[in-house]
């Protein structure tokens, strides 16, 4: 396959010498299975019963809300992404926005970090699905898990990502499992539709919306990572749009059917003290034992982890490739044309931070750290639209009140969060 050179007029501030680059080699199904893998994770399989026990048969409308806040962001997302389909892409729209490279540097690092918590997050849950079936230490299983997951996303990128799409197809498969299960069931699931909607007046129920809604938007995230895979694209003008917004809306059907079969077949209330409630809807639904939803959520975490790795080394290289980390990052494997080095510094920190720390309360942070990378990205977007001027030729462009209603929602959504997580607000 043939190697790509950067652009030449990318970014003010962005090195700009040519340089053998990454292979646009992903085409819009590899762009669109690597956003759903890592957008629909395995926390849908433990927020269904949050959900249902904030909303009950309303929640599968928080979904929907949350959807629509996403969208804003995904539009802002797919004009900087065509405007500069670059690695580390939320650094390059903030040097191309403000010129101040140490706060282009932090934004790369602020998305670096976010990741690998993220990442080892996901590892140390691997191992608790893992051990019902192998008596090993956790701490074995963890180690496994990120060196062999590791070894994967060293290998080129169309069989790395091809690896996490077969991933992504078990993983969403089972969700629509259970689905179809649901529907076949009988009548119930669309009888019943007319108990989503709650009445206009009620105002309680509504504002308990609100507050499902701020825990829903958290399911989304991971969508924007597909902006950094955006230099491995072929015709990332047109591919790397509707890769997003194909994510979101694959994502807000299956989130929403999810959510409606199964407070349709166990009671909110029961959902909500579950601790594997989608396992428990699929036992109710089948009399099946939740064997099958156990396996499916080990390929959940994996494919979590490798979709991680990915996006991490990604950002570590075009980071380096702005001039903003070590030049050695740069080099690709002559066999892989991968960024190799990035991806072993982030196997390396996904590793001692899923052994070392404590990943309970850092994991916290995580959601506040992307809406906080939403609001800026949507702020970058403001302030390069301000500036006027016909964009580039083939650039996707959303009307100039989205990237301003994009930053209000994020603010507000991290505003009320934070109130919440403080106790300044009780939902």
């Known amino acids: 396959m043939r190697r ?38 395995a926390g849908i399989y433990v927020l269904v019963g949050v959900a249902a026990g904030r909303s009950g048969m309303h929640a599968p409308l928080a979904f929907i809300g ?33 010129h101040r490279r140490r706060l282009s540097l932090a934004v790369g690092l602020l998305v670096v970090a976010t990741a690998m918590i993220s990442a080892a997050t996901i590892s140390v849950g691997s191992a ?30 169309v069989q790395s990502v091809t690896f996490a799409a077969v991933m992504t197809v078990i993983e969403v498969g089972g969700l629509l499992l259970i689905v179809a299960a649901g529907f076949f ?77 199964a407070v349709v077949t166990v009671p909110p209330a029961e959902l909500a003290r579950s601790q594997a409630p989608l396992a428990m809807v ?38 380096a490739t702005q001039g903003n980390l070590p030049g050695g990052l740069v080099r690709l494997h002559p066999a892989t044309g991968t960024p190799v080095r990035a991806t072993l510094i982030g196997i390396g920190a996904i590793l001692a931070l899923a052994l070392l720390a404590p990943i309970a309360g850092l994991a916290d942070f995580t959601a506040r750290f992307t809406l906080v990378i939403f609001a800026i990205v949507n702020l970058a977007l403001i302030a390069i639209k ?16 989205v990237p301003v209603a994009g930053l209000a929602s994020s603010v507000l959504l991290l505003a009320s969060d934070v109130a919440v997580s403080l106790g300044l607000v009780t939902l």
């Not at 050179?5 to 690597?34: K, M, V």
């Open 4 to 41: 790509v050179r950067r652009s030449d007029a990318i970014a003010p501030g962005i090195d700009s010498r040519p340089q053998p680059g990454l292979i646009r080699a992903l085409s819009l199904t590899h762009a669109t299975l690597y956003g759903l893998g890592v957008t629909i994770g």
């Open 66 to 98: 949350a959807a629509l806040v996403m969208a804003l962001s995904a539009a802002s997302f797919a004009e900087l992404g065509t405007r500069m389909p670059v690695s580390a892409s939320e650094a390059a729209y903030v040097q191309a926005a403000f």
């Open 128 to 157: 608790g699905y893992i051990g019902v079936f192998l008596d090993v230490p956790d701490k074995a299983i963890i180690a496994g898990v990120v060196v062999s997951m590791g070894a994967l996303a060293c290998l080129a990128t």
């Open 185 to 261: 069931a009988g009548p119930e699931a669309v009888n019943r539709l007319p108990e989503m909607v709650p009445a206009v007046g009620d105002l309680a129920v509504w504002a308990g919306l609100s507050g499902t809604m701020l825990i829903a938007v958290f399911a989304y995230t991971g969508f924007e990572h597909l902006v950094n895979v955006a230099e491995e694209l072929k015709e990332p003008s047109k591919t790397l749009p509707r890769a997003l917004f194909i994510t979101v809306g694959v994502s807000t059907t299956i989130y929403a059917a999810v959510m409606w079969i």
């Open 282 to 319: 699929f036992e109710r639904l089948t009399g099946m034992p939740p064997l099958l939803m156990s396996l499916i959520a080990i390929v959940a975490t994996l494919n979590g982890i490798i979709v991680h790795m990915i996006m991490i080394a990604r950002v570590l290289y075009g980071l």
């Open 386 to 401: 301000r500036r006027g001027g016909p964009p580039p030729p083939g650039v996707f462009v959303c009307p100039g009140w």
